[in-house]
């Protein structure tokens, strides 16, 4: 399966914002979708995944509260909701697909979209 990530962009702390990611080719409801983020300097750290069912989101403790991923196999899309956005939640956001399950560990995944950059100023 391919993955298109977009959604991204600047935002002041506080605020919010919706990232997308499509997929094609393949049947996305055999995937557990992932979201990673990278930032500068940074190695790529796990924020938060979602079964291929919809029903078992998982979250990073850094994000809990404030973000939520959801997502609808009739389109092909998991969103990410983020908001009360901090300073520290600039980075690129991936998404990746997972085959098997739910990991936050981003090398079980096999698919990424290219990434969309996050700038949250303070």
């Known amino acids: 399966v391919q993955l298109q990530a977009s959604g991204g962009g600047s935002v002041q702390a506080g605020g919010s914002l919706r990232l997308s990611c499509v997929g094609s080719g393949g049947d996305f409801t055999d995937y557990a979708i992932g979201w990673f983020r990278q930032a500068p300097g940074k190695d790529r750290e796990f924020v938060s995944a979602?079964?291929?069912?919809?029903?078992?989101?998982h979250y990073s403790d850094s994000v809990k509260g404030r973000f939520a991923i959801s997502r609808d196999n009739t389109k092909n899309i998991v969103y990410l909701d983020m908001n009360k956005l901090k300073s520290e939640d600039t980075a690129v956001y991936y998404c990746?697909?997972?085959?098997?399950?739910?990991?936050?560990?981003?090398?079980?995944?096999?698919?990424w979209g290219q990434g969309t950059l996050v700038t949250v100023s303070s």
């Open positions: 979602i079964n291929w069912g919809g029903d078992i989101p």
């Open positions: 990746g697909a997972n085959l098997y399950y739910v990991d936050h560990d981003a090398d079980s995944y096999e698919s």
